[in-house]
């Protein structure tokens, strides 16, 4: 194994693991937790999520400073809800209402969120700092708190990035390009954070692969309920209160 290679967890077992039994491989379950793993049935199992760590979500947001250093950004706006979940740990369903991740050149993380999200914002998101917009529409655009975000921190408009030109225009928003507030077109800086995305860490790999125990699961109970002349219904009701 080279240095560099992502070490599992002790007691893990890897994915593509195959038992003597015959059985499907399972992912990563860990030996304590895996049990009855046979051809036949669904395995019992009750498997433990590793949580990203907060440390894990500082060290990727100071991969991404490194970055924008080398690029010679001041600061960095990131509108894709994926991105800002990566790199904060705040996960929300996309709407209308923008919400924007904003990263300074020193450290400085700030989320610009609606008044319906601070609560979530303020009890899960790693940032320095929740700048909260009471809605939108509202008397104020969202995007100028961003601009005023952009103009604390002292972001230079030719030295700031972005991985997107604005709040991407979807379920019914409308408003002003980031070009359009800062007078120039913002540093395409996906891929900042993109390249650090395509390396999983142990947790991540330990997330999906619980992902992965759980949809063989389910697909090994619709398996053992599928029979001639039986419903989807009928299934799922056996499966659902088995």
Known sequence: MSSG???????????????????????????????????????????????????????????????????????????????????????????????????????????VVPAVEKEHAESTATTSKVDVYFEYPGAEHPMERVASELVELGAKPKRTGADHDGFVPYWGYRGPRLSDLIGERPVDAEMLIESLRRVKSAAEISCIQLSSDWAVRAHRRMQAEIQVGKTEREGYWATASG
């Open 5 to 111: 290679a992502t070490r599992l967890p002790s007691g893990v077992l890897p994915y593509g693991q195959v038992f003597a039994s015959g059985s499907v491989p399972l992912g990563m379950l860990t030996r304590d937790n895996f049990a009855g793993a046979h051809g036949e049935g669904t395995p019992n199992f009750a498997p433990t999520l590793v949580p990203i760590s907060q440390q894990e979500f500082a060290d990727r947001r100071e991969a991404v400073g490194a970055g924008m250093e080398a690029a010679g950004l001041d600061a960095l706006c990131v509108f894709y809800p994926a991105r800002i979940a990566y790199l904060t740990g705040f996960h929300h369903i996309p709407t209308e209402r923008p919400i924007v991740l904003i990263l300074g050149s020193k450290g400085d993380a700030r989320l």
